[in-house]
């Protein structure tokens, strides 16, 4: 029974990170739709982004 129990925590596990990524992935969505996402043109224009986000 104990690999039993064990399978159940894994798929448990799993389905909680999926939830987590599709709640992440809707909110992504909804800010993207609102205009509340910033994009950029360029890797380097990205890393200056971060760079400068303190």
Do not use: C, P, W
């Amino acid at each position: 029974m104990a690999g039993a129990t064990k399978e159940a925590v894994i798929e448990d596990a799993n389905e909680a990170a999926l939830r987590r990524f599709e709640e992440g992935l809707a909110r992504s969505i909804s800010q993207y739709k609102a205009g509340q996402v910033k994009s950029f043109k360029t890797k380097e224009e990205f890393l200056d982004h971060l760079k400068n986000l303190e």
